[in-house]
């Protein structure tokens, strides 16, 4: 038997509603993409090239507010020469031109000085030159985004704030964060300017969380993999310590902080690690793996949906539209 809803003396109302939670849910849904690990190859960078590259088209195909790069933005094996990061800076920005928010990762500066390159560099010159490369040189990845902020101390770290979706990066990158595998940059130095990223990256989320009454939801990228299962069982750093440690202890108490703080949804996403994975952390906090490092080619969709406090995350690879999964096995929760 068929109900015909047009015969209802509530057809009217019943019509309105279905167009309206319809049109409320295409209003409230807001989309980015999220690139991480990539391009190491000649295929990802076939990929990632307009206008006929797969990724190129399906990013330009979801039209997102932003494209974020969580860093690594060329291989570990590959040395990190002038001409190399301006290729892929170059690659970059024609994807989503001026509308794309970068974060280093280390294979982008901190391995820059392994003895099995070609060339290797000192670290801390290339962090100088990446910096100036990447967020002071024209044209500037984020010059189509209005009202991004910046912290004036730590350029890197950005803050975008769009109909009430917030998107920040974080420079939090692997080896430690610069800690360790120092080989020819000032040892003292390294860490010294290592500690002074922590405290910088520490007061940007406080100033993040000073501007929470302008945003529902708020989206944190950046590039180490603070969940791995060898960082959590690694010893806290020392001062001077030179070895693996886990140098992310405050940063996932911050998170956790930061979301009950605000009260509202909090995704941090990172590369760095293959899994791609996404779940439920904690009270307000979510955890995405993204796409990248080689295991999976392939860029992370991520809408905001208002409407949903119980998920307020829809996340999907843009090629693999399965993924990712859900629960990351690469690590154990953190107490």
């Given at each position: 038997?068929?109900?015909d809803?047009?015969?209802?003396?509530?057809?009217?109302?019943a019509?309105?509603?279905?167009?309206?939670?319809?049109?409320?849910s295409?209003?409230?849904?807001?989309t980015?993409?999220?690139?991480?690990?990539?391009?190491?190859?000649?295929?990802?960078?076939?990929?990632?090239q307009?206008?006929?590259?797969l990724?190129?088209?399906?990013?330009?195909?979801?039209?997102?507010?932003?494209?974020?790069?969580?860093?690594?933005?060329?291989?570990g094996?590959?040395?990190?020469?002038?001409?190399?990061?301006?290729?892929?800076?170059?690659?970059?920005?024609?994807?989503y031109?001026?509308?794309v928010?970068?974060?280093?990762g280390?294979?982008?500066?901190?391995?820059?000085?392994?003895?099995?390159l070609?060339?290797?560099?000192?670290?801390?010159?290339?962090?100088?030159?990446?910096?100036k490369?990447?967020?002071?040189?024209?044209?500037?990845?984020?010059?189509?985004?209005?009202?991004?902020?910046?912290?004036?101390?730590?350029?890197?770290?950005?803050?975008?704030?769009?109909?009430?979706l917030a998107?920040?990066?974080?420079?939090?990158?692997?080896?430690?964060?610069?800690?360790?595998?120092?080989?020819?940059?000032?040892?003292?130095?390294?860490?010294k300017?290592?500690?002074?990223?922590?405290?910088?990256?520490?007061?940007?989320?406080?100033?993040?969380?000073?501007?929470?009454?302008?945003?529902?939801a708020?989206?944190?990228?950046?590039?180490?993999?603070?969940?791995?299962?060898?960082?959590?069982?690694?010893?806290?750093?020392?001062?001077?310590?030179?070895?693996?440690?886990?140098?992310?202890?405050?940063?996932r108490?911050?998170f956790k902080?930061?979301?009950?703080?605000?009260?509202?949804?909090?995704l941090?996403?990172?590369g760095?690690?293959?899994e791609?994975?996404?779940?439920?952390?904690?009270?307000?906090?979510?955890?995405?793996?993204?796409?990248?490092?080689?295991?999976?080619?392939?860029?992370?969709?991520?809408?905001?949906?208002?409407?949903?406090?119980?998920?307020?995350?829809?996340?999907?690879g843009?090629?693999?539209?399965?993924?990712?999964?859900?629960?990351?096995?690469?690590?154990?929760?953190?107490?």
């Amino acid at each position: 038997m068929t109900i015909d809803i047009f015969s209802s003396k509530y057809s009217l109302q019943a019509l309105v509603f279905l167009l309206l939670t319809s049109t409320c849910s295409t209003l409230w849904a807001q989309t980015i993409v999220i690139l991480a690990d990539t391009p190491y190859s000649d295929k990802e960078k076939q990929m990632l090239q307009g206008p006929s590259g797969l990724l190129y088209r399906l990013v330009n195909e979801v039209k997102p507010s932003v494209v974020m790069h969580l860093g690594d933005l060329k291989s570990g094996g590959k040395s990190c020469t002038d001409d190399l990061l301006k290729e892929h800076k170059a690659l970059l920005e024609q994807i989503y031109p001026g509308k794309v928010i970068y974060t280093p990762g280390d294979n982008d500066w901190t391995d820059c000085d392994r003895k099995y390159l070609p060339y290797s560099f000192d670290e801390l010159e290339r962090l100088d030159f990446l910096i100036k490369l990447m967020f002071q040189t024209p044209s500037l990845l984020t010059e189509n985004l209005p009202s991004i902020m910046t912290q004036h101390s730590q350029i890197e770290n950005k803050l975008w704030i769009n109909e009430r979706l917030a998107i920040s990066t974080v420079h939090i990158v692997g080896t430690s964060n610069g800690r360790v595998n120092i080989s020819k940059s000032n040892q003292q130095l390294a860490i010294k300017k290592a500690d002074e990223r922590d405290d910088k990256n520490l007061a940007w989320l406080k100033q993040i969380e000073e501007n929470s009454e302008n945003f529902d939801a708020l989206i944190i990228g950046f590039q180490a993999d603070i969940y791995q299962q060898s960082v959590l069982a690694s010893d806290s750093c020392g001062d001077s310590s030179l070895k693996t440690c886990d140098a992310f202890t405050a940063y996932r108490q911050a998170f956790k902080d930061l979301a009950k703080r605000i009260n509202k949804p909090v995704l941090i996403s990172h590369g760095d690690t293959g899994e791609f994975c996404y779940e439920k952390l904690d009270t307000n906090l979510w955890h995405l793996n993204a796409a990248g490092d080689f295991r999976y080619l392939d860029a992370t969709k991520v809408s905001f949906n208002k409407g949903s406090a119980e998920n307020p995350f829809i996340v999907n690879g843009l090629i693999n539209t399965n993924l990712p999964t859900i629960g990351c096995n690469n690590y154990t929760h953190p107490t």
